[in-house]
Every structure is written in C-alpha cells, then in structure tokens.
C-alpha cells in the first residue's frame, strides 16, 4: 500500500510497544496508524503537528522535537492506534461482505469484551495525551509552535480537554425550546 503520509510510529514500533502481536500485517496496522494521528493533531495543534512531521520527512528532527516524539507523542499514539484498530481485528470487510474471523485455536471476542478493552484502552490514550498537553503548557518557551495558529481556515487549536466524560446537557431544558425547567419532562 503506497503511503504520502507521515507516520509518527513504524508498524514495527507499534508492535513492539503495544498489546498488539508481532504476527499481525503492517498493511493492517498502517492504515490505523494515519487515523490515530488525528487524535495527535488535535493536542498538538495544526502547528506543531506539521513542524514534526516536516521534520520527520526531513531526517533531521531537533533534539526539542525527539523528546516531544520519544516521551510523549509515540507513547500515546501507540494507546490511540490500538484504540482505533481494536474492532477491525476480529473483521475483515470484502468486497462480498463483512466476515467475522475465527481459527481452530481462539474463539473471537464479544462486542462487550472489545468495549470493555475499548475503554480501558481510550483512558490510558487520554491520561497519555493529557501529560502531553501538561508538558507542552509547562514547556511553552521550548514549543512556541503549540501556542500560535497559522491563521488558516483549517488551522486546528491544541485542545487542552484530553478526556471524554459523556455529553452534557446544561439545564432541565430537554428540547422544550422555551428555556424553562419543565417539571413534567422526563
């Protein structure tokens, strides 16, 4: 599969970093790696994001940029590819359906059991990704990139929130539309 993107992580340290078997293919592993950078861009910011894939593609990565790679930014991608590739591992999509893989050996895991996995997984990409966040706040001296924005209508901010606590609602108004508490809702 030819790839123009940057990868943050190689299949291979992806492996070796992660739950995940050395058996399995990188052309399986590739794909979630693009994805799970998403989840980077968005703590790092359009910035900063783009000056460490340059100077990924470059060879020549700054020593202030390898400690942001090796302590921060690897360690949480490795936690969100997981994350992302989990429920594909126990489907494959053709072009006659999507199959459910099983072999002599294993039985596949429930949809219950990969949630479980799931979100236990998504805590440690989330507590991963807030260190980074907490470095680059304390950091902000060594990484001007993360506090500026290009200006551009597709520049993404460096989200500070790094955890998913649900949906909030504000209020009692549960789409009355009036503004008011309804007593009689729900």
Not at 46 to 61: A, D, K
Not at 72 to 91: C, D, G, M, R
Not at 103 to 124: K, T, V, Y
Request: aromatic share 10%.
């Amino acid at each position: 599969m030819p790839n123009t993107k940057i990868l943050m992580v190689t299949a291979d340290y992806y492996k070796r970093n992660s739950v995940t078997n050395l058996n399995v293919d990188d052309e399986y592993i590739i794909p979630h790696i693009i994805k799970a950078q998403i989840h980077i861009e968005r703590v790092l910011g359009s910035n900063l994001f783009n000056l460490v894939g340059s100077e990924i593609t470059s060879g020549t990565v700054n020593p202030r940029i390898v400690t942001l790679l090796e302590n921060y930014i690897q360690p949480a991608l490795v936690e969100w590819v997981t994350y992302i590739s989990l429920p594909y591992y126990n489907f494959k999509i053709t072009n006659k359906a999507v199959s459910k893989k099983s072999s002599d050996n294993s039985e596949p895991a429930s949809l219950q059991e990969i949630n479980f996995l799931r979100q236990d997984i998504r805590d440690d990409a989330e507590y991963l990704s807030d260190r980074m966040t907490k470095f680059l706040q304390t950091n902000l001296s060594t990484y001007p990139e993360y506090a500026t924005g290009n200006g551009d209508y597709d520049d993404i901010k460096p989200s500070k929130k790094n955890f998913f606590g649900g949906i909030f609602l504000q209020g009692n108004d549960l789409g009355n539309g009036d503004g008011s508490d309804n007593p009689n809702c729900c």
